[in-house]
């Protein structure tokens, strides 16, 4: 890895633990209102200043990493694991199953994402479960149409068919050759569709269709940051910057794993 | 003009890149003049130096390039001191540029019409209302039939030749001194090649000098009247180009001269009784009545394999001749048994692969190996050299302590030293690449191995020395191949007996001399007569073809 | 392929020549037909789903429509009636598919008012926010990209590191600091919930953010490619110049994978619209969908589903098209 790396490296470690062990960070409750000290600017006792309810913003952002990032990550894992077996059916079961599998595919995808989203969540009631599986279902046929392709792509490489000249049976060469080397490509899309589930998740939970209030939330945070906008700043701005790190953090480190997988494959 | 001074002169150019730490010398000093109305060709492998050298005369050379030269005159003029828009008033009107790429050197979002268009407009050759017409009768100079509707149609509806002509009235439109020619006829076929070369034949006959580059001996020694070898950004030897072709004095232009009259170790000796000919040696593989074909939508059905019959003894040589389309890689593909054929069988040892099934199948598919004309594709990217060598010796139940020794031996066939073990095969140069696809389809001691194009890839000494490692192989193992090629010159260096395809048919075959020598298919005879003569002229054959005044038909 | 055309006779292609330049306008009418038939398909394929998702919701399809509110029992049977709840189950589908291919889509009980005559209200603000992004981002983009195409690396890297900070930025977030600096300090353009033109501002600048930070991207690297293809060396051999050699053969290049990426931008646009009209309370779908789903008002999420799916379409269909007038050799691959 590049040095000029190591930073976003560093940063995703602390989020990962961050999310994992809040408590390790700080000793404050994320959720104790002090009516007394409402919208305080940052200052020593409050590092990031408190919101409205006097609560502690640093804190809450710190206690947010976890809901914040694990509906983003969340959605990409189930994305990933549906699209990919959807994928592969599509491309191992024969011209029916293709068609239909792909034209199925054809309308989720007709539908703006956001607006696929707002169907889930009428239907299953909001939530950050809800939220998660919203956004999987956004983002699966992107999987699924990587996976079905590089299947396709493999089984005519002129590698897969040295193997079966080697008299491998065909679930060899598949386990041997067609997987670890379709692996790559959908890896890389889960590591370029991270960054864009996390924003996709705070924005839902910007319009509170993510996790239910009081849980610190990033996009929640912002969103009721918004009646006093005009008398606070930093309730506006601290978790907005979480946000943008830990998805430019994901970015840089994703781009450079895919780099490296690429250079395996050319 | 001032008809006495050389057209083009130059004394000691050198051109340097910047590159992570400092410059790397791509030319390193080279002289050379080229006159009016004269062919001169720059002769060498890939990354020899020989593009740069052209480009340099068009102020092309590159990004960041640094051009330095005692003397670089274009017509009296000193190109060192042309800086921006001069060169324009220079490039197209004075000197045209066909660069190395036909295919993807005419626009394609353009129509080829406006492409040619583009010089005549640029340097107001001729008034705007008469473009058009120009363009047409500029295209029909060219060679091109029907030049009327071909100027509105777009690059990707045109064959590779007709793309190439269309670059070479593109280059010629604006009537230039010189025409710098970069690898013209690569990557078309034999036939077309011809033509081209033809063309460009014609042009000097009209006083416009040419100036040539080219790593290929054969299209040099059909037109060029004076040659320079250039190696590692040298001039290694220069001269009239047939002194230069006949008597090579350079040990490397040796190499180039050998590498493609077939001089090289190993070569099958011409009309030389060889211990055994077809027929007597145990047949291996035969195939009967072979048909395929596939259906393509919209266009109906096409056959790329048409009742094809052959056969092929142990430790024989089956060289299968064809241009791109004719079928020969479908057929390779038959024989492996990867493809069901739609009528005929194949059989290997006297078994028919339509009759085995399961383990049995796949046990006998290690019988017949398959060597790419691209091995990196072949090989598995993840893998290193050793995982490559050992899949097959992991896939037939090879035992591991065995399994070392094997590897070792596979690589002492094939001389390749160990150290490319822990390598990728991205790591390794073409020749070691294609040395180890070959040793991977030794690995299952196969009886057949099918080549396919397995040298067309590579630059022509290092052709040489993988045709013979095959040769040697073969003469060391036993094993039979079938050789798919479009090169007439490595068929013949490696077969046995060949067979001639044409649009999925075999049109002759026989044993390599009968076949060669006197041909009887109208196809054969223009496929040998389409080999630059003077291929043929050290390997001692004759030719119907003549250097001078060749024909121009439609492609 | 290539082989068998490079060998058949001239004549022969000759014939398929005039046939194909004379074929132009009528593959554009055959493509345009093939992709409105493609889409019907995918669009009845999303009735359907929404069809579905009726069914399997929980409670009867009636409560569902309803969305729980309170209706008097004769509204209640209209509804029965209207969307023959008490026929077997194929014949509802066939009811529902012969009501959304009408246009109707119903009444919202949350409202008590038709769905179509809310949507229809609230689609122009939308549109509108749509349209002037998609301009912004255009613009931008071929701006910034023309500038950053450099050949000098620090400039490009300089342009890319500020295009993926840009693009990490969450939009809604954007549109906060946006407010805060511009309205809430600066006072330049008006806070929250004006329809007048300046109020279009600052949505539509943090909407165009993200898309023109990555179209601004491809183009570069577009251009930057195109500047090494053979053809413009060529073309360059030739003696044009350089506004010429740009203008002619490179930016068409460059705008080719940005034509796909537009299409695609202007669907997901939709969808970030909706964010924004809240950030900003503008009028709008975004307003009106997120409280149908807060109110799990069904029939208003499924017209706007619908009708977005619809809209998302068309645009695709238009960017074909458009790739098909810049890039010939699109124009054989259907065949």
Redesign the interface.
Known sequence: MPRSLWPWAAVLLVLAVMAAAPSLFTGIDPDAADLDAPLRPPSAEHWLGTDQNGRDLYARIVYGARPSLLIGTGAVLLALAAGVLIGVAAAQLGRVADQVLS??L??VM???????V??V???L??GGGTAAIGLAVVSMPGFARVARGEVIRLRSAQYVEAAHGFGWSRAQVVARHVLPNAAGPVLALATVSL?AMI?AS??LS????GPRPPTAEW?AM?SE??EF??LA?WP??F??VA??VA??AV??VGQHLNRRVEGRHS | MTPAGPLVAVRDLTVRFPVRHGMVEAVRGVSFRVDRGQVVAIVGESGSGKSVTARSL?G?AG?GARVGAAELTFDGVDLREVRGRA???????R???V???AL???????RVGA?VA??LR??RIVPGRQVDAEVVRLLGEAGI??PE??A???P??L???LRQRA?IA??LAARPDLLIADEPTTAL?AT?QRQVLALLRERVGDGTAVLLISHDLGVVAEIADHVYVMKDGLFVEDGPAAAVLESPSHPYTRTLVGAVAGHGRGARPAGSAEPRSAGTAREVLRAEGLVKRYT????GE?TAVEDVSVTVGAGETLGVVG????GKTTLGRLLMGLLEPDAGRVLLDGRPWDGLRGAERRAARRGVQMIYQHPLSSFDPRYTARQILEEPLRADGTPREERDRRVASLLEHVGLAPDVLDRRARELSGGQRQRLAIARALAPAPQVIVCDEPVSALDAPIQAQVLDVLTDVQERLGVAYVFVSHDLGVIRRLSHRVVVMK?GRVVESGELEKVFDHPEHPYTKALIDAVPRFAWRSSGVSSGGSKRGASVT?? | ???????SP?GVA?AR??R??GQGRRTLVRLVLVRLA??A???W??VT??FV?LQV?PGSTADVLLARSSVSPEVRAGIVAQYGLDDPLPVQYLTYLGRIARGEFGESYVLRRPVWDEIAAQLPGTLLLVATTLLATVVASVVLGVVSAN?RAWVRSLFASAE??V???????LG??L??VFS?TLHWFPAIGSSSPSGLVLPTAALAAGPAAVVAGVLREGLLRAMD?????????????EA?LRL??VL??ALLPVTTLLGWIA??L???A??IE??FSRQGIGRL??S???N?D?PM??A??LV??AA??LVTIAVDILTWV????TR?AG?
């Open positions: 034209r199925s054809d309308v007709s539908v703006p994402g956001l607006l696929l707002f169907l969540v009428a239907v009631g909001p960054g924003v705070s924005s910007f319009v509170g269709l996009g912002l940051s918004r906008l005009a700043w506006a701005v978790p907005g946000i943008t998805v430019l970015t840089f | 068009a092309l990004d060169w324009r008033a220079l490039r197209g009107r000197v045209g540029f660069l190395q790429d993807g050197s005419l626009d394609p979002l353009r492409e583009e010089p640029a340097h039939p029907a509707s071909r509105r149609q777009y990707h509806q064959s590779g030749g670059l593109s280059a076929d077309v393509l939508p919209g266009r096409f241009e791109s389309g004719s649009d439609g492609a | 392929m290539a082989g068998v055309l490079k060998t001239a000759e020549n005039r194909r330049s493609a889409s398909g995918v669009l394929g999303a789903v929404t998702l919701m050949r993926s900070l693009v990490a930025l969450p939009p809604f977030w906060l600091l407010l805060t809430c293809e053979p053809f413009v060396v060529t073309a360059r051999a030739r003696g044009i110049g010429a002619r053969h068409r290049h669907g997901s939709i969808g970030g909706v964010i809240i950030v969908a997120l149908a789903v807060a799990k069904m999420v499924i706007v589903v977005t799916a998302f379409v810049i890039d010939p050799r054989d065949r």
